[in-house]
């Protein structure tokens, strides 16, 4: 996965800073839940997530790139290409408090990472959309979501959506993204406020 176009290896590196976006909705997450690291890398977002008492899943295809995370406390490692025909989705039917997901896309996940999350669990999803191509890689429609894309598939899944931005943004670097933050609610809870639906163009 961290060879992916759509996941760049500066990304992911284990230099890299933490995405805002995953910081920012961090302490929605279940203290001490399990959370699933998607496209991993070299673990930016796994460390953050170990840091802060949560127990990690962290995927990736590249086992070079995961293998710092062994020593790591809280950290499982396991290292699938789930892009391959007929790859295996390695979870099963396996629920997550949370899901996080950065610089990453491979459509036919994306209702299984919807579908993978425990009641009161949060996805935080964020990466390139149309338009990146006008400032570099990823440019392959492939690789890029459409505008609205994560609101459709947050929504189609019965999500809670807490957070949504879709646009141009001048950090980390020019780029056209597209990041959300929903959740599956619990039975009987009141609806999440909506805290952000910006658009940028």
């Known amino acids: 996965m ?13 230099d890299a800073a933490a995405s805002d976006w995953v910081r920012r909705f961090l302490p929605l997450l279940a203290p001490g839940g399990m959370v699933l690291d998607l496209a991993a890398g070299h673990g930016r977002h796994a460390r953050l ?5 949560m ?4 995927l990736d295809r590249d086992p070079a790139a995961l293998a710092a995370l062994r020593s790591i406390a809280g950290v499982n490692v ?4 789930i892009e391959v025909e007929g790859g295996r989705w390695p979870y099963g039917g396996r629920l997550f408090d949370g899901v996080i997901v950065t610089n990453y896309l491979w459509r036919p ?3 299984v990472l919807a579908g993978a999350l425990s009641p009161g669990g949060v996805l935080i999803y964020e990466t390139f959309r149309s338009g990146n191509e006008k400032f570099g890689r990823p440019s392959n ?11 459709e598939v947050a ?3 019965g999500l809670e959506v807490v957070a949504f931005e879709s646009g141009h943004v001048e950090l980390p670097r020019q780029a056209a993204v597209e990041r959300i933050c929903a959740r599956r609610a619990l039975p009987g809870a009141p609806p999440a406020p909506l805290t952000s639906s910006l658009a940028r163009s």
Do not use: I, K
Not at 55 to 58: G, P, S
């Open 2 to 14: 961290t060879a992916s176009p759509a996941s760049p290896s500066a990304a992911h590196s284990g």
């Open 49 to 53: 997530l170990a840091a802060a008492g």
């Open 55 to 58: 127990r990690v899943e962290a």
């Open 78 to 81: 396991t290292a699938a290409d």
């Open 109 to 111: 996940l994306l209702d």
């Open 141 to 151: 429609p492939a690789f890029l979501l459409q505008p609205g894309e994560l609101l």
């Open 155 to 157: 929504r189609a899944a």
